[in-house]
């Protein structure tokens, strides 16, 4: 058997120049992810930078900071394996069909996720503001990427899913730190209404609690079916809230027996007809 020298040079001839080739290819595409990598990492620095500036919650700083990470490398790997000539299109179908049955699959969570970012972005509310949502009131404890946890009053520990907070109503109770403790002490239509007032602004004025800016508001907001009602508007801080509302429960009954002003309660005459014998 003849050896055909003539091709063996052909196709050695062409083994190098396809290795040459590739070699360069090779070269370049390393020189393009190390490139690559430095970009990546001044570009997370300069994204930390702005979220530390902003005070971003560091809950959210740092998940953010992953997944742009994690997007950026998978575009450098990407782009590396098509510069060595790996078909990446059939790759990034693939990833995408995958990607959309998951998303699918986890609407709900997603939703949460979703949830919990705009939470932590714009915070409506933060750790240890006192909220109301959902049907629940309490303290925040913790606010995570997909619930959030309270701590209500009574010391139970509720797990809100973030997209109902998202999209539901909440109520910051506590974000202004004062709040306006709203009353109403009813009195006989009989007592003298200048009397009640006075004896109530003077309760409330020796409370160290009670704001003075803004000014406490008494009015008769009411003429009810057995008593005169006056509506009782004084400012705390918020930590004294509940304080000087139970403490003006006690003192104002205390106070109006006192001076002889009626709290008047509800009343029904009960009349018992009876029937003659026959």
């Known amino acids: 058997m003849e050896i055909n020298i003539e091709k063996i040079e ?19 595409a390393i020189v393009v992810y190390l490139v690559g990598n430095f970009i990546i990492k001044r570009l997370l620095n300069l994204v930390e930078l702005g979220l530390s500036k902003k ?33 990446t299109a059939s790759l990034i179908a693939v990833l995408g069909a995958a990607g959309l049955a998951i998303g699918l699959a986890l609407q709900g969570s997603l939703a949460n996720f979703a949830g919990g970012v705009l939470i932590l972005l714009f915070r409506p509310f933060k750790n ?17 990427i ?28 506590n974000i202004n730190g004062t709040r306006r403790v709203d009353m109403v002490f009813g009195i006989g239509y009989n007592d003298d209404i200048s009397k ?28 009810g079916e057995s008593s005169v009602n006056l509506f009782v508007r ?13 403490d003006m429960m006690e003192k104002v009954k205390l106070e109006f027996d006192k001076a002889g002003i009626s709290i008047p309660f509800p009343q029904r005459d009960v009349h018992i007809h009876q029937t003659p014998s026959a």
């Not at 998940?63 to 510069?83: D, E, R, V």
């Not at 602004?201 to 009411?222: M, N, Y």
């Open 10 to 28: 052909h196709y050695v001839q062409m083994l190098g120049d396809m290795g040459l080739q590739f070699g360069v290819q090779f070269l370049l």
């Open 55 to 87: 005070e971003v919650e560091i809950t959210l700083h740092r998940f953010l900071l992953s997944i742009l990470n994690t997007l950026l490398k998978a575009i450098q790997i990407i782009i590396f394996a098509s510069m060595i000539g790996i078909q």
């Open 128 to 144: 240890g503001d006192a909220i109301k949502a959902q049907g629940y009131v309490g303290t925040v404890q913790e606010i995570q």
């Open 146 to 173: 997909f619930n959030t946890i309270l701590k209500t009053f009574d010391n139970q520990r509720i797990i809100i899913p973030n997209g109902l907070l998202s999209n539901g109503c909440v109520t910051n109770i």
């Open 196 to 223: 009640a007032k006075a004896l109530l602004r003077s309760l409330l004025e020796a409370d160290e609690r009670v704001l003075k800016d803004p000014a406490i508001d008494i009015w008769v907001g009411e003429h």
């Open 234 to 246: 004084p400012w705390t801080k918020v930590e004294d809230y509940w304080g000087v509302y139970y």
